[in-house]
């Protein structure tokens, strides 16, 4: 008995003994609140008419969010108030700083892996097609993909995840694969790291193409590839991330309808948008 007890202590000194599984899912409960620093960056090349123009934006904010309502399957609506908001535009070689912007809040819908469902009413699949092209598909709020059951570190999982254009025709289509890397202590807490890499194809066309059947700002068609490396640290007890590191690169075509041009003169044939764009969400 005691040799065994000595072998077991030495085990577990060595780090032989497995871990446990657990899980990973995100758990709100209506009413409650968090807090968050918020900063992208994105450096793109907009191509239109023949013209290539550099165009950079730095975004730091302040996030505060509040948990409205729970469903049964988990999946929560937020309310996500931005304050702060420092925005640093680079185009050309000029550049033109913007602050003193108004709080602005914004209605998600996140599920318990931390897929954003819906912004402001509007269904989303990885992101926004204009987002994504742009560098910022991942938004103001953005997490690993985490597992439907419980894991361990070393486990992997993929998920793939299709949504159809909300004004036209199309879809986006996004093929995550995920790995809970390890365990490690952020602010006290010993968290989950779960890296989520992901690619996705844009193919929508709105206003169904149609000059006539154009309602918004402009038509036309909408083509394009992004892929993402999310790094998450999840508090396995809370249920709740408390940081977020991601890289992201996309490419991508958007042809515009006669109506478009007529809207916006000087543009002509399709505008060309490749870039790439880093996202760092902390807990305040």
Same mark, same amino acid.
């Given at each position: 008995?005691?040799r065994?007890?000595?072998?077991?202590?030495?085990?577990?000194?060595?780090?032989?003994?497995?871990?446990? &599984?657990?899980?990973?899912?995100?758990?709100?409960?209506?009413?409650?609140?968090?807090?968050?620093?918020?900063?992208?960056?994105?450096?793109?090349?907009?191509t239109?008419?023949?013209?290539?123009?550099?165009?950079?934006?730095?975004?730091?904010a302040?996030?505060?969010?509040?948990?409205?309502s729970?469903?049964?399957?988990?999946?929560?609506?937020?309310?996500?108030?931005?304050?702060?908001? &420092?925005?640093?535009?680079?185009?050309?070689g000029?550049?033109?700083?913007?602050?003193?912007?108004?709080?602005?809040?914004?209605?998600m819908?996140?599920?318990a892996?931390?897929?954003?469902? /819906?912004l402001d009413?509007?269904?989303?699949?990885?992101?926004?097609?204009?987002?994504?092209? /742009?560098?910022?598909?991942?938004?103001?709020?953005v997490?690993?993909?985490?597992?439907?059951?419980?894991?361990?570190?070393?486990?992997?999982?993929?998920?793939d995840?299709?949504?159809? /254009?909300?004004?036209g025709?199309?879809?986006?289509?996004?093929?995550?694969?995920?790995?809970?890397?390890r365990?490690?202590?952020?602010?006290?807490?010993?968290?989950?790291?779960?890296e989520?890499?992901?690619?996705?194809?844009?193919?929508?066309?709105?206003?169904?193409?149609?000059? &006539?059947?154009?309602t918004?700002?402009?038509?036309? /068609?909408?083509?394009?590839?992004?892929?993402s490396?999310?790094?998450?640290?999840?508090?396995?007890?809370?249920?709740r991330?408390?940081?977020?590191?991601?890289?992201?690169?996309?490419?991508?075509?958007?042809?515009?309808?006669?109506?478009?041009t007529?809207a916006?003169?000087?543009?002509s044939?399709?505008?060309?948008?490749?870039?790439?764009?880093?996202?760092?969400?902390?807990s305040?």
């Amino acid at each position: 008995m005691k040799r065994f007890a000595l072998v077991a202590v030495f085990a577990i000194a060595c780090g032989a003994v497995p871990a446990q &599984a657990q899980t990973l899912a995100l758990g709100y409960h209506a009413g409650d609140a968090y807090k968050y620093t918020f900063h992208s960056t994105t450096n793109e090349t907009i191509t239109a008419a023949g013209v290539s123009l550099p165009a950079d934006v730095d975004i730091s904010a302040n996030e505060a969010v509040k948990v409205v309502s729970v469903d049964a399957a988990g999946a929560a609506d937020l309310a996500l108030t931005l304050s702060s908001v &420092a925005i640093k535009g680079t185009t050309g070689g000029v550049s033109n700083t913007t602050t003193g912007v108004p709080d602005t809040t914004m209605d998600m819908k996140v599920a318990a892996d931390g897929r954003i469902l /819906s912004l402001d009413g509007n269904q989303i699949a990885g992101g926004n097609p204009f987002l994504a092209l /742009s560098g910022m598909g991942g938004g103001f709020f953005v997490t690993a993909v985490l597992p439907s059951n419980a894991v361990k570190p070393g486990d992997t999982w993929s998920k793939d995840y299709d949504q159809a /254009s909300p004004s036209g025709t199309g879809s986006v289509h996004l093929t995550t694969h995920s790995t809970y890397l390890r365990n490690e202590t952020l602010n006290g807490i010993n968290t989950a790291v779960v890296e989520t890499t992901s690619t996705g194809a844009i193919d929508v066309t709105l206003g169904n193409g149609d000059a &006539a059947a154009t309602t918004a700002a402009f038509g036309g /068609s909408i083509k394009g590839t992004m892929t993402s490396n999310v790094t998450t640290w999840i508090d396995p007890i809370g249920h709740r991330v408390l940081k977020t590191h991601s890289t992201a690169t996309n490419d991508g075509t958007i042809a515009l309808s006669s109506a478009s041009t007529t809207a916006l003169p000087g543009l002509s044939g399709p505008i060309t948008i490749k870039g790439t764009g880093t996202t760092d969400i902390l807990s305040a």
